[in-house]
């Protein structure tokens, strides 16, 4: 029975061997992964449609984020990029910390910007605006780890406690390690894939400072009046949408319509105290913009805006651009 089967395999290969090699070939030409990402354009994305807030005042116009399309790299799509324009190549190592890391800890890191992104959004919007919040829970994730000292963490660890003590703040663990001395050991209690783990660390001095080899991002969860609810999209990372998030909930919360009924593309990272810090790939979001006919592009100050300047005078470009240091700068020019 064996033999019969091997015999009628033979002659399958035998006589479809081309199209085998056909296929195979495909195969490895546009499935095969490499370690790249490829740029293949950008567009914008109306945030309104993902911020809830309640008895909002309603907008003519619209805020909307800007960002790149991105596909895994293969061998098909690698090869494209040196043919068709503007597509841009991007390694995998321009996202990683050191060798050791993978393609999840880079797409956590993303979903951890992408929380802080409308962690500071509110928090700026809402103090901006006169309107009333408080944190209601911290969130403690591990962000980056220290290869060069083998301490067991890993990226996306979730802290809950140190010592038995439960930790609520970035400043709670630091404390923790001052009060202890170079080379002692401490127990660190982290959640990871929903399971609970112990981790036993050494304190150790870098820069004349005591660590244990991790960084730690804090994502603040807020009690707002009015409520307001923000969703996203399992596909969506990134902090570069910081900016134009403050802006449309601000704009829920005041009277005063800042659109003017116009269509208000724009990007950029902003941090707690509201200020717009530069982003990457700032040519594809403009394009994007501009080809999805927005009336304006908020950029950050500096690089960003030069390149965008640059590139609209390159394409003649229609669209307004400007460019901001905070999201009070933002709001004056807006107004």
Not at 148 to 177: A, R, T
Not at 303 to 324: A, H, P, S, W
Request: charged content about 30%; aromatic content about 12%; overall charge positive.
């Amino acid at each position: 029975m064996f033999n019969n089967f091997y015999e009628k395999i033979k002659e399958f290969i035998k006589e479809n061997y081309k199209s085998l090699i056909f296929y195979l070939v495909i195969y490895i030409i546009f499935l095969w992964p490499l370690n790249y990402y490829i740029i293949v354009g950008g567009g914008i994305s109306e945030v309104g449609n993902r911020i809830d807030i309640e008895d909002s005042y309603k907008s003519k116009g619209s805020f909307n984020l800007a960002y790149v399309n991105e596909i895994k790299g293969t061998i098909g799509t690698y090869l494209l990029s040196y043919i068709i324009p503007d597509w841009k190549r991007i390694k995998m190592s321009d996202y990683t910390y050191d060798d050791e890391e993978n393609k999840d800890d880079v797409e956590f890191r993303g979903q951890i910007d992408l929380l802080n992104s409308y962690d500071f959004a509110i928090k700026n919007a809402y103090l901006e605006a006169g309107k009333s919040y408080k944190v209601s829970d911290t969130s403690l994730y591990v962000y980056l780890v220290d290869n060069k000292n083998k301490n067991g963490f890993k990226v996306g660890d979730k802290i809950l406690e140190v010592d038995g003590k439960e930790i609520n703040s970035v400043s709670d663990y630091s404390n923790i390690i001052n009060s202890h001395n170079i080379n002692d050991t401490i127990s660190v209690l982290v959640e990871r894939n929903k399971k609970k783990k112990t981790i036993e660390t050494n304190i150790y001095k870098s820069k004349g400072k005591k660590i244990t080899g991790i960084y730690i991002s804090m994502i603040n969860t807020y009690k707002t009046l009015p409520k307001v609810d923000i969703k996203f999209r399992n596909s969506e990372s990134g902090s570069s949408g910081g900016l134009i998030e403050t802006l449309d909930i601000y704009n829920k919360l005041v009277k005063e319509d800042i659109t003017k009924g116009m269509k208000i593309a724009g990007t950029g990272e902003i941090d707690s105290n509201g200020n717009v810090l530069p982003i990457g790939e700032v040519k594809y979001k403009l394009l994007g913009a501009s080809r999805k006919n927005a009336d304006i592009f908020i950029v950050p100050n500096g690089e960003n805006y030069k390149t965008c300047m640059k590139v609209k005078k390159d394409k003649n470009l229609k669209i307004k651009i400007i460019g901001v240091s905070t999201f009070k700068e933002a709001l004056a020019k807006l107004k």
